[in-house]
């Protein structure tokens, strides 16, 4: 069993500075903004990894780029985890909402026991290709002064994708939802999706191994946060 560590802390704070540094994003507040994407569990899809073009905080001084680099994301593979994608320091502002830019031009979803990628539908019917921007409101207003914000946008593939297993066709309609300061969150994963995936994995394997006899049942996933 794995179990939770001051190491695993040290590692994830070495990981949000190092991303920091990298953002290429300075306000010089020292007010940040961790940028996390997951995902309500299905068990209709192995796979649905789309382009995540962009992501901006709206705010009434104007709007903030969470993500420098678009970027590829399993979502599927996100059932159990909380995928970091950025950290980057965010100006003192009353933010409402978030405008996420999905990319669906080389998009593959899987169904589950299936081979062959599916077929993706707009909710039209039509071919879903290329860029959709979704506006999403905050059930309240973020208020910002200092400090940190974990900002966590879960795509519902349940309530998102329509399967039509005869087909092969997934119907999509995002619906994501957005947390700030989810207060019982996920363990954040630092890496991409080969670590994923391997993550994901791993935490299979401890699970099956709980339910065999004499093995007492653990949380499978620590909280790094």
């Known amino acids: 069993m794995r179990q939770s560590s001051k190491l695993d802390h040290t590692f994830l704070s070495l990981a949000c500075v190092t991303l920091v540094a990298c953002s290429g994003s300075s306000s010089g507040t020292g007010t940040t903004a961790t940028l996390t994407v997951t995902d309500a569990a299905t068990d209709q899809l192995s796979t649905f990894t789309v382009g995540l073009d962009s992501v901006e905080l709206v705010g009434a001084l104007g ?7 678009p970027v590829g994301v399993d979502f599927a593979a996100l059932g159990e985890l909380s995928r970091v994608l950025n ?34 539908l707009d909710t039209d019917g039509n071919p879903l290709a290329g860029p959709l921007t979704l506006p999403i409101e905050f059930t309240t207003p973020l208020e910002v002064t200092s400090g940190h914000f974990d900002i966590e946008l879960d795509l519902d593939l349940a309530q998102s994708a329509l399967v039509d297993t005869g087909t092969n066709t ?10 700030v300061n989810r207060a019982e969150q996920k363990e954040h994963a630092v890496g991409g999706e080969d670590w994923v995936k391997e993550r994901q994995q791993t935490a299979q394997q401890e699970n099956e191994e709980m339910a ?10 620590r909280d790094l946060v």
Do not use: W
């Not at 709007?63 to 680099?69: E, I």
């Not at 965010?90 to 999905?102: E, N, Q, S, W």
């Not at 065999?212 to 996933?221: I, L, S, Y």
């Open 63 to 69: 709007n903030v780029a969470l993500l420098q680099t």
């Open 170 to 179: 997934v119907l999509v309609e995002p619906v994501i939802v957005p947390r």
């Open 212 to 221: 065999m006899p004499g093995h007492f049942a653990q949380p499978p996933f």
């Open 87 to 120: 950290v980057t320091e965010i100006p003192p502002d009353t933010y409402t909402g978030v405008v996420v830019v999905l990319d669906f031009d080389g998009a593959s979803v899987v169904v589950l026991d299936e081979n062959n990628p599916a077929t993706l």
